[in-house]
């Protein structure tokens, strides 16, 4: 089975529409979303509409939790939590109640799903040792997580007392070894934040033993005009230019 693992879509329809489009032509069988459909872009609904469309399995993000539950947005910068308010305030009956039945967790074929990280969903896991966390929670060898934005993976096992970290912005292949154990993100596919303005997206081989890491180019103007056009914040348009 070809999984294609995507995460932070943030809103940004015209990176999930590109991300979608060479997923399909890799021939992915079946998705899995690892949160945050909503925040911080101008195409909530659209990106709701597309992904609950899709033969997938969705895990809820922060950002989808509080676009949903007033309250939650306290804990956003100023800029996030005007976003977050918008999106409350357009966001469809229909895709109101899809976010609302989204678990924090989900398993698929053996690899556990999370937001941040398994105890937390809302932890960031930048580091070897905040990974520990993740991987000692771990039935199998395998899980996946998203949040930080960032393309990497964690890699666990043997006489390694730290997990060995592998930050991979310009793409790359994980080779699942027997043994150890791997924590990976596949980035974001509408905010990422690892210096790369390009769409992060996973394509995970159950057959082959492999996760590959794929960046592509997007239509980030068209994004930018549906941030200006809805009235949100300014930098949410200026930092995917950048990556950050
Ligand atoms: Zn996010």
Not at 167 to 192: D, K
């Amino acid at each position: 089975m070809r999984y294609g693992i995507i995460s932070d879509i943030h809103s940004n329809l015209s990176a999930l529409e590109a991300v979608l489009t060479l997923a399909r032509r890799g021939e992915v069988e079946e998705y899995v979303c690892l949160g945050d459909i909503v925040g911080y872009g101008a195409s909530p609904n659209e990106c709701c509409e597309i992904v609950r469309d899709l033969p997938v399995t969705v895990i809820c993000g922060n950002h989808d939790v509080a676009a949903i539950q007033p309250g939650r947005e306290i804990w956003f910068t100023p800029a996030a939590r005007a976003c977050i308010l918008w999106t409350r305030e357009v966001l469809t009956d229909e895709n109101r109640d899809f976010l609302a039945a989204l678990s924090p967790r989900a398993n698929v074929a053996g690899a556990a799903m999370c937001h941040g990280s398994l105890p937390d969903p809302d932890f960031y896991t930048t580091t070897p040792e905040e990974a520990l966390l993740s991987l000692r929670m771990m039935e199998g060898p395998l899980a996946f997580f998203g949040h930080t934005h960032f393309a990497e993976w964690f890699c666990h096992g043997g006489e390694i007392l730290v997990p060995e970290e592998a930050t991979r912005p310009q793409g790359g292949v994980c080779t699942l070894e027997v043994g150890y154990q791997y924590l990976l993100n596949p980035g974001a596919v509408g905010q990422p934040r690892d210096g790369n303005h390009q769409a992060s997206f996973a394509i995970w081989d159950t057959e082959a033993r492999t996760v590959e890491i794929l960046r592509l180019d997007y239509n980030i103007a068209e994004a930018q005009r549906r941030i200006y056009a809805a009235g949100l914040p300014e930098n949410m348009a200026l930092r995917l230019t950048l990556g950050i």
